[in-house]
């Protein structure tokens, strides 16, 4: 989550963590199989609509207790509150960057690990930027997510807690036409690799994009991915219009496989093949990311390269000025190689933008305050190999 993390005042809510011996945390009602929910209801002579009144209490209606849920039966909201919670994270920490209305959120899941999201809210659009495991796997150089390797993958319904819990972080009343009263938009960039839990994901965002729901429209979500090019062509092929983000971060392997250790497996060939079946098959043209490491992958020759290698492609180039994170050795780029990446690419055609940071208070990268909240150690602690799958 490069351009959104941020150091901010720590709002109220905040949980205590489990004590020794506590009892066992109750399911979350979203990871639920509907099957289970169902049988669950017969034992209590409910019929099976329950299941739709009460997903959408807390996906349209913004209830955070069965207790509030009033159309359900008055029994049985206590009953569920029994066996159920609305959520199964905690908000550990909330930080709000008064500037400009963006939130972070860092969630306690259930076995108590960490994981981070973002709202920015911004010219009538509010964004979700979620995580889609603890950790990371991947292990790119200059990022605070894969520090401690990566521990497992987010259920979907951690996956659309995040989002339910910022959309509740957005005004419904709001007639500001700069801010949005509901999710508008979500990108897929926070912890994680999201391509590495595709299914859930998938899952997750048919979840988001249900018009009784959370509503928010495929075309406004960005998948970012590290480049898994079977996965890739996976995504092509579901039929959805979700947005590709390919994190290129370099021009040749050499370079690449220096800064994003699995290219070593993939290469970038391979990736722009699936990038471009991606198009292909959605139409949709693939936005290429570029971490800019100041003296690493920002001098003219690497932007000359960089252009050559997107030549011909119809395809989108976001260079996002590295995010400081504490202990690594990278720097941001300055402002002349910035210009000097953006003019060349221009010059040949490309489109190009700067990511923005968001919050005028931001100065950690994102991953970190988890890490300090986790007290996690040196880097490689606990870190799964890369491509090693996971669950
Ligand atoms: N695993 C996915 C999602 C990562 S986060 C991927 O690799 O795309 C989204 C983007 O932020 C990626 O391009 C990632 O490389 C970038 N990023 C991570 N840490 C960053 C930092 N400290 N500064 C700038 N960009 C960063």
Redesign the pocket.
Known sequence: ???M?LTLPVLPETSVPPAEGAPQPLPGILDVPTDTLRAWLAERRQPPMRISQIRKQILANRATAFEDMSDLPKDLRPELAGSFSVFSTKVEKHMFAMSDDTHKLVLRLADDKMIECVLIQEDGRATACVS?QVG?G?G?V?????LNGVVRNLTVGEIVEQLVRLRNLTNPTSTNPDRAPRLTHI??????????NLDRLLEALAVAGDKHGLCVGQRHVTI????LPAKIRQLADVGKQYHL???L?APTDALRTQI?PTNDKTGIPAILEAADYFYEKTGRQVTY????LGGTNDDPTHAKELARLLAGRKAHV?L??????EG?P?RRPVEGNLQGMIETLHRSGISVKV?KRKGAEIDA???QLRRQLEGSGERGEGRAKIGEPIT
């Open positions: 989550m490069a351009a993390s889609t990371c991947m790119c200059f990022c605070a997510s894969g990108v897929v960039m926070g912890m994680g690799e999201p391509l590495a970012s991915t590290v480049g983000a390919v994190s971060h994003v990311e570029y971490v800019v976001n996002i000025p590295w995010n400081d994170v690594l990278y990511r990268a994102c991953g």
